[in-house]
């Protein structure tokens, strides 16, 4: 694991970031003036989820990002004049116009799967890219990132449980922005911490403050090394903010004020720009350059977009099959023979530990978070509707030993608690 | 030679074409240890070790979701849903995810996705379906449905090589029923083309999967009165095979379309679109179809015998039809 970042990467980090959000200030002016096509979809205030997660990745690795991952696509090598002309449609943009937005990946040399906008999707298909890359010997980890709203679909459910199942080297970062669409999380899920789901799956969760782009860094690490050590899947919750409505078209009035206001005050960019000035790992002159770097990088692109041309009509009847067009070729990183007869044959017979629920075999992680579960039942941590404020950011996992202590009511105050709660919840429906 | 019946065909193919290529692996619900709920499988976790012979969970989402992710990796996955009637489970990612990837973004899927289909057997609503045409209308997915054991391997083995996923339909019914001898050497049956079963001039059957049996014995049924029946079996229903079809009413001018599915919106409907569209001059009569109600798979055997199409249904249509 690397254990810290040199100054150039901490630089490049902000690099990344002010990139991000640079490039999408440009989409809404795009917008604006009816050059683009469809919504635009910001990460405003998510910057940092983006560019530490897929900061701690190796080439190897794969991602596959979601609309609001703009950060990652840059990480991975995208570059902005992608990003433009995919918004715009253009024959010169990844997917020559028959897709727009973040919608575009690249098997080969970045390693990015395309997303689709049925959320959860993602989940499935990212384990068996894990699962292949453990099959073909390539020691490989996979990443997601998906909203808090999003884990509420089956596909979720079913995809996080056959990775933990199989142990997937994969890493799932949820996305925490307090609001999927207009419905606010306390809303969608009867938990506060979305990282809790991962005790239903037997596996290792991290909370971590989203607007604190070095943490989620040093987070996002720790969670690759645990999956390369084949201790995964992982998942991260990332404590954020989206500060923008759903797309360009919502003015999010169903966001209290205050939120915004509370929000503001942890802007991942500003938070971080401080930090670099604080520690002097960059002066005036550095900083300077670098937003001119980036301005002049998103100009050019701009430009380059706004000259290319749109597909032409006959696009549109091409590429339904693939006629060859591809070679398909798997990365063998073991040799074949291993995974051939006579020496794949195996006894087909389930080897059972434990012979029953209550022998089970427990491991003390299991143990712990049981244990953890019990004591602090969760009617008690009720959340406040309305504002979402979270509690402090703690960094925590769930394997009981650097986990936040949540507090404890007293039993009869449980018991009590319950069923106000669901009447309360009943009253708000 | 021993004969070989349509279910371990397709054995034979899963099991030559792993042995083949390293990148075949398979994924499924009970595939391993219990060899598949009818036994498909069997014997394969022996050959080829867990790795490859994968048990999930209930999750039919994501064993597609998971198969898509590992042909993304170069690999070819084939992934079993133990019913098709599953294959609502996972309408999302099969027609969103996997059919769209390679127009949207160039990213092949080679994967097959295969389970048994189809009635007869007193399954029920659940138990007993087709499904082919949510993914017949699905651009990007490619369905084949044999009848025959020769026709199940050799497409079994085309389906797996081929670079784009195809939807692979195992008719249940057949699968101890029928058997034949098998070539020893390697064969394959190519994607999209049709099959003439048996000649004829006064009018064309159009079936395929079970009801292609149905058809040749209605055929061979309506000799006896005189009619001569020519019997053409799809085998593939997307890509359709039009220049098989059409050659076919060149010759006869007269078309009846037989299908297990049910009838609205079932293949037919297009077949007949089609013909009236490429081929309208050769028509001497109406096209007609023999199909199942517009109802869900009953349960109890005469509830399902009056929704499935028989051998008499087909004879009777036929007669109507050679009277034109």
Redesign the interface.
Known sequence: MQASLTREQQVELYYYMKLNRSLEERLVNLFRQNKLLGGVYLSVGQEAISVGTAYALGPGDWIAPMIRNVGALLVRGFLPVDIFTQYMARQTS??QG??GTS???D?KKRHV??P???LG?L???????????R??GQNIV?MTWIGDGGTST??FH??M??AA?QKAPFVCVIENNQWAYSTPVSRQVPVRDLAERARAYGIKSFIVDGNDVLAVWRTSQEAVDLCRAGEGPVIIEAKTMRMRGHAQHDPAEYVPKEMFEYWKQRDPLELYEKYLTNNKLWDAKTRKALEARIERELQAAMETAEQASFPPAELAEQ????????T????WKRS?KE???PA???????KVEGFGVKEAPQTADTKAAVEETLAAETPGRQVKSGNGIPAPFTKSSSNGKNAAKPAKPAAKQNVKSKPALVAARKGRR | MAQVTYLEAIRQALIEEM?RD??V?MIGEDI??YGGAFKVSA?M????????I?D??I???????????????????IAELQFIDFIACCF??IT??VA?????????V?MVIRGPAGGGVHGGPFHSQNPEMYFVHT??L?VVYPSTAYDAKGLMKSAVRD??PVLFLEHKFLYRRIKEDLPKEEYTVPIGKAAVRREGSDLTILSYAAMAHTSLEAAELLAKEGIDAEVVDLRTLLPLDRDTIFASLKKTNKLLVVHEDTRTGGVAGEIAALVCEGAFEELDGPILRVTSLDTPVPFSPPLEERFLPNVEKVAAAARELAKY
């Open positions: 990844p997917t028959k897709d919608h575009f990946g098997l799967v395309s689709i906008s049925m999707d989940i499935p298909v990212m384990t068996g890219v894990a699962m292949a890359g099959y073909l996979t089956g596909a079913e995809g449980n056959l199942q590429g339904v099959y693939c006629d060859g067009c591809h398909i070729e798997a990365e074949k995974v051939t007869p794949s044959s195996v006894e087909p017979v389930w | 042995d390293p990148a692996v391993g240890v014997g976790l022996e050959r080829f070790g867990w790795e490859r994968i999930t969970p999750s039919e989402t994501a064993i597609i979701g998971a198969a898509v992710g590992m042909s993304y990796q170069g690999l070819r996955p999302n990612q969103n995810f769209k990837s390679h127009y949207r973004w160039g990213a092949p080679p651009p990007g490619k670079n784009n």
